[in-house]
């Protein structure tokens, strides 16, 4: 421990950071900030936005509260983690939401001014927790930001509501100070931000240094805490969200495949940024469509690659139920098409803004008649660019919908990305059918894929369409045994992609006790619950799938490697049961519905208690 | 050595139009007329075969794409309208047509066809209006009168008709008509109007189904009743109608009232006079109103034309101007964009 300015420097391996506060409070904002100047010093860090469905719900209320939490390191981070070490909160509501999920002697920072009757009835306090026992065992610190800001801006040109709305940015200094990062990338952010109201770049730039020289004044703080840089990979980095991430590898698909995107969407939570992102890169002549409808969303993407496009559909559960219909019509028509479903807690409306996993039977069953769709699922935020790429690849070689599934968890969270260069992606040009004189529309290449010809190429017009096509020639056909050979045909199709889906690799021993199987946004929390696992001793083996439908071909090989298979799942175990139906394999579902995504240490109990041990001891 | 000067263009006909498919409409339907029509307009418009696009829903007139030798997509019920929007954004290049019905379009594809009017997307839309369910075997549609039995009305409808002409016009389509099935000229006349419009181009085609709802225009159709009950609208023309040509329409304050020629108090002068190109909702209303009225002629022909610009034109430029402004895509930039840092 080293003393700077009188203040002890106590240096620490990893924090998690929870900015709470009410939905009008800019915490979202304040927790993007804080995760980027921790990039920009070179944690590795992992972040979970967590927000109520409502815009600005009233002031004060419990289900008002927004919350950004961010988990920093100077090792790897592979989820935004399970419980604070920090708690800023902005008033009571954020206190008492956050209060029962925090490490034990957590720090808590308050804006004390925010603790006033009204509040405190607002957020159902019958006593002032900062003045009884509530808080006992932690370390509280109570700030008054509100007024700390008003005296700071008080000479600027700014109302009384004005200047309380820069009190974020006084407690991101507050908390740049502790944490001991640097003010200029926000200073940087905020002018560019607020380049055309001078009058906030200002009063913003003197809220957040009042904030930071506040720590080094006051005797409040007696400590501050360095987190060294992570060991990364060599590289440019940025961070990245998980929709950003999937609208970046739309934009790289479009350009490595040659073909122009289209994206026909209608605004949905939490899908809705994908539209937007796009909607931003019209120079690489993307074209995006907000529809009048799910279901115009999807029937024009269709159309679209109809045309030749490299079309896309982007959605969340229920609206994932709208185009139901229209996805049978793209695996009758046998058209490319990537239908993006970022799940949320359902059903029906459900929990719009909350994470969940429970659309795998939606995706690979969930159509009328036999309509077999491939289906990945992405892990990370970062695994989404990847994720994006590969279903582009296999709709376009297999001429067929692909549906993509990623989650509200994984879509909102963000960590570090070390860039690729566009050498390190794989290109695939599509090319068009154009041959007049042997085409047929339904004829097939090796992969049993159906010639891709487009309208305007002379002597290939042909008609397609929902209705059951003959084989090779495409006419209607009302035939028996066309209809189950086409079938048949439709499935084996689907069941091809497996040739190009790599084999399912392990880490740790192939076979033995445990073998911890996930798939999608549980990577981050499996991964560090099974390395918790192995620092106590046991012995446990993980795998997590990204290729749903089909699934790889050695999956029944390694899941025959184990005495016991658990599958940790937000939903009702349905992966579970695909493996069960397909393999008639016994395995342990490890289920949570709670519109939260797992704890490494539910995960980590879990593991422990099948092998036999308390917490593996 | 060949003379490039020599060689014709073959004009297409009629039959270059026609697929190798039986056509499985019942006999003596009026989508028989209506696919005839369309392949004798097809030469004339001169667009090549290969860049035109059929796109349908679900229904008897749905089944329209499989007989035109062209590109063709017979999509699902009600989203013809939401697949060429798709297809027209994504090849501007290409000429768009829909072929739909009263159920397939304002049924179940209302709300489509309304978005799409609005956003006045190039699109020429065949709507084939029979006033029933034909492909289900005879349910009354959005466009049936009220008090229509049918078989899931048999005690008569209760609820009122669409107005598909009026619909349109509300949803601001720029090109709005109206055809007959057995005024095979004028529907002609109407196609290559619509083919020639830039941006959403309507026609309501009155179609007979003579298995399900026999006779539902035979007032407009047969010998004695039609010149009394069939109104022409002709550009720059007088609104006269009747076996005499001697019925007229006058507009009283906003009230239309038929007025005799012969009566020696009228004369041609005052009778309204079509102008296709009227900007002003009102009398197109109520000219697309008239047919709501038993005491006043079904108007056909062109209710409105007017230009603005398309939805397709709009993308298009936008992503000029931007390409323009910005440069074309680097992707290697846009990855490598935001805030990025090094770690060695």
């Known amino acids: 421990m080293t003393q700077v300015n009188g203040k002890k420097v106590e240096q620490i391996s990893e924090v998690t950071v929870m900015f709470a506060g009410d939905s009008g409070d800019g915490m979202q904002l304040t927790g993007t900030q804080f995760s980027d100047t921790t990039a920009i010093v070179g944690n590795d860090l992992s972040t979970l936005p967590d927000y109520p469905a409502e815009i600005r719900a009233p002031a004060g209320t419990l289900y008002g509260v927004s919350g950004f939490q961010l988990h920093f390191s100077s090792k790897d981070v592979h989820t935004p983690g399970d419980s604070p070490d920090v708690l800023v909160a902005m008033n009571p509501a954020a206190l008492k939401v956050n209060l029962r999920n925090l490490k034990p002697s957590a720090v808590i920072i308050v804006n004390s001014d925010a603790f006033d009757p009204k509040n405190l009835k607002t957020a159902r306090y019958e006593s002032n927790p900062l003045e009884d026992d509530t808080l006992t065992g932690h370390k509280v610190f109570q700030v008054p930001i509100t007024s700390l800001t008003i005296n700071a801006l008080k000479d600027t040109s700014?109302?009384?509501?004005?200047?309380?709305?820069?009190?974020?940015?006084?407690?991101?200094?507050?908390?740049?100070?502790?944490?001991?990062?640097?003010?200029?990338?926000?200073?940087?952010?905020?002018?560019?931000?607020?380049?055309?109201?001078?009058?906030?770049?200002?009063?913003?730039?003197?809220?957040?240094?009042?904030?930071?020289?506040?720590?080094?004044?006051?005797?409040?703080?007696?400590?501050?805490?360095?987190?060294?840089?992570?060991?990364?990979?060599?590289?440019?980095?940025?961070?990245?969200?998980?929709?950003?991430?999937?609208?970046?590898?739309?934009?790289?698909?479009?350009?490595?495949?040659?073909?122009?995107?289209?994206?026909?969407?209608?605004?949905?939570?939490?899908?809705?940024?994908?539209?937007?992102?796009?909607?931003?890169?019209?120079?690489?002549?993307?074209?995006?469509?907000?529809?009048?409808?799910?279901?115009?969303?999807?029937?024009?993407?269709?159309?679209?690659?109809?045309?030749?496009?490299?079309?896309?559909?982007?959605?969340?559960?229920?609206?994932?139920?709208?185009?139901?219909?229209?996805?049978?019509?793209?695996?009758?028509?046998?058209?490319?098409?990537?239908?993006?479903n970022i799940q949320r807690g359902g059903p029906s409306t459900g929990l719009p803004t909350k994470t969940e996993q429970a659309d795998l039977f939606q995706a690979i069953y969930g159509r009328n008649g036999e309509a077999p769709i491939p289906v990945i699922a992405a892990s990370t935020p970062i695994d989404c660019f990847y994720t994006a790429i590969e279903a582009v690849k296999i709709a376009l070689k297999y001429m067929t919908p692909v549906i993509l599934l990623s989650d509200g968890y994984i879509a909102n969270g963000s960590e570090p990305w070390r860039v690729p260069r566009v050498s390190e992606l794989p290109t695939f040009k599509k090319e068009f059918y154009t041959d007049a004189e042997t085409f047929q529309p339904y004829m097939r290449d090796e992969n049993l894929s159906r010639p891709w010809a487009v309208p305007g190429t002379p002597g290939l017009e042909h008609r397609i369409g929902g209705l059951e096509k003959a084989h090779i020639t495409g006419n209607v056909s009302y035939d028996p045994d066309n209809h189950d050979f086409m079938v048949r045909m439709r499935a084996n199709k689907v069941k091809k992609v497996q040739q190009d889906i790599p084999a399912l690799e392990i880490d740790g021993d192939k076979e033995g006790e445990l073998l911890v199987l996930g798939w999608g946004g549980t990577y981050g929390a499996i991964t560090e619950a099974v390395e918790l696992a192995r620092n106590n001793g046991l012995k446990v083996s993980q795998t997590h799938l990204k290729y749903l439908n089909p699934l790889p071909q050695n999956t029944e090989q390694v899941l025959r490697g184990f005495k016991k298979i658990l599958i940790p799942e937000l939903n009702m175990g349905q992966l579970a049961r695909v493996l069960r139906g397909e393999f008639l394999i016994e395995v342990e579902s490890f289920t949570k519905i709670k519109g939260l995504p797992f704890k490494s240490s539910e995960i980590f109990n879990k593991i422990s208690e099948l092998l036999g041990g308390s917490n593996g001891k | 050595m060949a003379n490039n000067d020599n060689i014709e263009i073959k004009k297409l006909t009629a039959k270059d139009f026609a697929t190798d498919q039986d056509v499985r409409w019942c006999p003596g339907c009026g989508?028989?007329?209506?696919?005839?029509?369309?392949?004798?307009?097809?030469?004339?418009?001169?667009?090549?075969?290969?860049?035109?696009?059929?796109?349908?829903?679900?229904?008897?007139?749905?089944?329209?794409?499989?007989?035109?030798?062209?590109?063709?997509?017979?999509?699902?019920?009600?989203?013809?309208?939401?697949?060429?929007?798709?297809?027209?954004?994504?090849?501007?290049?290409?000429?768009?047509?829909?072929?739909?019905?009263?159920?397939?379009?304002?049924?179940?594809?209302?709300?489509?066809?309304?978005?799409?009017?609005?956003?006045?997307?190039?699109?020429?839309?065949?709507?084939?209006?029979?006033?029933?369910?034909?492909?289900?075997?005879?349910?009354?549609?959005?466009?049936?009168?009220?008090?229509?039995?049918?078989?899931?009305?048999?005690?008569?409808?209760?609820?009122?008709?669409?107005?598909?002409?009026?619909?349109?016009?509300?949803?601001?389509?720029?090109?709005?008509?109206?055809?007959?099935?057995?005024?095979?000229?004028?529907?002609?006349?109407?196609?290559?109007?619509?083919?020639?419009?830039?941006?959403?181009?309507?026609?309501?085609?009155?179609?007979?189904?003579?298995?399900?709802?026999?006779?539902?225009?035979?007032?407009?159709?047969?010998?004695?009743?039609?010149?009394?009950?069939?109104?022409?609208?002709?550009?720059?023309?007088?609104?006269?109608?009747?076996?005499?040509?001697?019925?007229?329409?006058?507009?009283?304050?906003?009230?239309?009232?038929?007025?005799?020629?012969?009566?020696?108090?009228?004369?041609?002068?005052?009778?309204?006079?079509?102008?296709?190109?009227?900007?002003?909702?009102?009398?197109?209303?109520?000219?697309?109103?008239?047919?709501?009225?038993?005491?006043?002629?079904?108007?056909?022909?062109?209710?409105?034309?007017?230009?603005?610009?398309?939805?397709?034109?709009?993308?298009?430029?936008?992503?000029?101007?931007?390409?323009?402004?910005?440069?074309?895509?680097?992707?290697?930039?846009?990855?490598?964009?935001?805030?990025?840092?090094?770690?060695?």
Request: with cysteine; net charge neutral.
């Open chain 1, 158 to 340: 700014l109302s009384t509501k004005e200047i309380q709305r820069s009190k974020n940015f006084f407690a991101l200094g507050l908390m740049y100070w502790l944490f001991n990062r640097p003010l200029e990338p926000t200073l940087k952010w905020i002018e560019s931000k607020f380049s055309k109201t001078p009058q906030f770049i200002d009063a913003n730039t003197k809220a957040l240094k009042a904030g930071y020289y506040f720590g080094e004044q006051t005797e409040l703080f007696t400590t501050r805490y360095t987190v060294e840089p992570a060991e990364l990979p060599k590289g440019i980095y940025r961070n990245v969200s998980g929709n950003e991430a999937i609208s970046l590898g739309f934009v790289a698909a479009s350009e490595l495949c040659g073909l122009p995107l289209f994206l026909g969407s209608y605004p949905i939570t939490p899908a809705s940024e994908i539209l937007h992102f796009l909607s931003g890169y019209k120079n690489f002549g993307v074209k995006t469509f907000q529809a009048e409808d799910e279901i115009a969303g999807i029937t024009s993407a269709i159309g679209a690659s109809f045309g030749g496009s490299l079309a896309i559909t982007t959605t969340s559960g229920p609206g994932m139920a709208l185009k139901t219909e229209a996805m049978g019509l793209a695996v009758m028509t046998e058209l490319p098409l990537v239908i993006i």
């Open chain 2, 31 to 344: 989508d028989y007329s209506i696919l005839a029509q369309v392949q004798r307009s097809f030469p004339d418009i001169g667009i090549p075969k290969e860049k035109i696009t059929w796109i349908s829903g679900i229904g008897c007139s749905s089944r329209f794409p499989y007989y035109m030798n062209t590109f063709g997509m017979h999509g699902i019920h009600g989203r013809a309208a939401a697949i060429a929007t798709g297809l027209k954004i994504a090849r501007p290049d290409l000429s768009v047509w829909v072929a739909t019905g009263d159920g397939d379009m304002l049924s179940i594809g209302g709300n489509h066809f309304i978005h799409t009017c609005r956003k006045n997307v190039d699109l020429k839309i065949l709507l084939f209006n029979n006033r029933i369910y034909g492909l289900t075997k005879g349910q009354y549609s959005p466009t049936s009168e009220k008090g229509k039995v049918t078989k899931s009305t048999p005690y008569g409808s209760v609820d009122y008709p669409f107005n598909p002409a009026t619909l349109a016009l509300g949803a601001e389509a720029t090109f709005v008509a109206r055809t007959i099935d057995r005024e095979p000229k004028h529907m002609q006349e109407m196609i290559k109007r619509a083919a020639d419009h830039k941006g959403t181009a309507f026609i309501e085609i009155f179609q007979n189904c003579n298995i399900f709802n026999d006779g539902a225009f035979s007032l407009l159709t047969e010998k004695d009743t039609k010149e009394d009950h069939l109104l022409y609208l002709e550009h720059d023309k007088p609104m006269i109608f009747g076996k005499e040509k001697n019925k007229g329409i006058k507009i009283e304050g906003f009230t239309p009232k038929i007025i005799d020629l012969n009566d020696g108090k009228h004369s041609v002068d005052d009778v309204l006079v079509h102008d296709e190109f009227d900007h002003s909702a009102a009398r197109t209303f109520m000219l697309a109103h008239l047919s709501d009225n038993p005491e006043m002629p079904t108007p056909i022909g062109i209710f409105r034309q007017i230009f603005k610009p398309t939805y397709n034109e709009g993308i298009e430029e936008q992503i000029k101007r931007i390409t323009e402004k910005k440069g074309k895509g680097d992707l290697e930039k846009v990855l490598f964009s935001g805030n990025t840092w090094e770690v060695n």
